[in-house]
């Protein structure tokens, strides 16, 4: 059993709230091209300020195929409507290379460059800049997310009008994940993707497209914090930035850091359950202002709070002490996974109403016979 993760997408700034139209005022927003935007360099390369400005406030693809403003990745997270986009190959000389696709409504792309680009100088020397195993890594990232029970958190690098001064990240908002995929392949000839191989460091260069579609339940289940509607006020009136102050979530616990970096990382439980009550004190906050009309986002949060705990459970670390057990019955420690969370999923299942899990799972362990229905790791059965 595969232990549910949640999702970090790092977004761009847009001037409208990500709703798949174009900025109201693409030459005022620098911050969407910024060396701590989201794929700064992209952005910044060809962002082309006097067409948006021509089309401001329209569909984001209304321009296309001509031009399609290239924060589309994040620009539509929170679209009512769906989307025509092109993806074309980031690589210099490789433009030609295209793969039309559409984002439905409440869609977004990201991508984790943390685990599909190597870091290493040994990792390099064996690999090159790809790892040979690149499309694997994707779907086990993907595998560890679950529709309806991830929760996909957004959020802005440093490149932003409400925290670039701290230089912290900060976060938008979240929904529950709807689905997630990837958006297929750029189309190579052999000996032309032969020759880009052979050159240094590229032998395993891929074919895939590095953005997964990201889907959430935003509409009817998501929040997002109205940050774009304070600074409007704070422009009328400087005063009431202490009001934004009041409403900003900004990742600075040395325990959520890691989770925002790399574009796209997992979360715990745990991590989950903290950004989560950091974004409902922040509505609380919003609800007392009265600066935008508030819906119900406070019980949207509570849902998803609750689902959490459900989920997460009195004993999160239980199936870790179990794999603990099974490589310790061996002699050592370990850190591979040894079937602890199937054993524990298996004895939760089964648990009669009110009956403790840990002291359920004691009694298991000290015993010498196994309950019927209780489905043992592979490792455990081959040693009964």
Request: glycine share 6%; hydrophobic share 40%.
């Amino acid at each position: 059993m595969t232990k549910l993760r949640h999702l970090t997408v790092r977004m761009a700034w847009h001037d409208a709230g990500w709703d798949g139209t174009v900025c109201r005022n693409p030459n005022a927003n620098s911050y969407c091209t910024g060396s701590h935007s989201l794929l700064s360099d992209r952005l910044a390369r060809n962002k082309n300020a006097e067409i948006e400005a021509a089309h401001a406030g329209k569909p984001l693809d209304t321009a296309m195929p001509d031009y399609l403003p290239p924060c589309y990745w994040t620009s539509a997270a929170f679209a009512k409507s769906p989307l025509k986009v092109m993806h074309q190959h980031p690589f210099p000389g490789l433009e030609d290379k295209v793969i039309k696709g559409k984002l439905p409504a409440n869609t977004s792309l990201t991508w984790p460059f943390r685990l599909t680009m190597t870091h290493s100088d040994k990792a390099r020397k064996k690999q090159g800049k790809y790892f040979a195993d690149l499309e694997g890594r994707v779907d086990r990232f993907m595998g560890r997310l679950a529709p309806d029970e991830s929760i996909v958190f957004f959020y802005l690098n440093y490149d932003n009008p409400v925290s670039a001064e701290e230089y912290r990240y900060t976060l938008v908002g979240c929904a529950p994940l709807k689905e997630v995929d990837t958006t297929g392949k750029y189309k190579f000839d052999a000996a032309k993707l032969a020759k880009i191989r052979s050159g240094g460091d590229m032998q395993n260069f891929p074919t895939l497209n590095w953005a997964m579609s990201v889907s959430t339940h935003f509409a009817k289940r998501g929040v997002r914090l109205p940050y774009q509607e304070y600074l409007a006020l704070i422009e009328a009136d400087p005063k009431a930035e202490s009001k934004l102050d009041e409403i900003r979530v900004l990742i600075q616990e040395p325990a959520l850091v890691p989770g925002f970096k790399y574009v796209s990382e997992q979360l715990d439980e745990d991590q989950c359950l903290a950004l989560l009550y950091k974004l409902r004190r922040a509505f609380e906050a919003v609800e007392r202002h009265g600066v935008v009309k508030t819906g119900n986002e406070l019980h949207r949060l509570d849902a998803m709070i609750e689902a959490t705990w459900r989920r997460r459970g009195l004993y999160p670390g239980l199936a870790a002490v179990v794999d603990q057990l099974i490589h310790l019955s061996d002699g050592d420690a370990g850190i591979e996974l040894s079937g602890g969370t199937t054993l524990v999923e298996s004895v939760r299942s089964k648990l009669k109403p009110k009956e403790d899990l840990l002291t359920r799972m004691l009694t298991l362990l000290n015993g010498t016979s196994v309950p019927k229905g209780i489905a043992l790791p592979r490792f455990l059965g081959q040693r009964q």
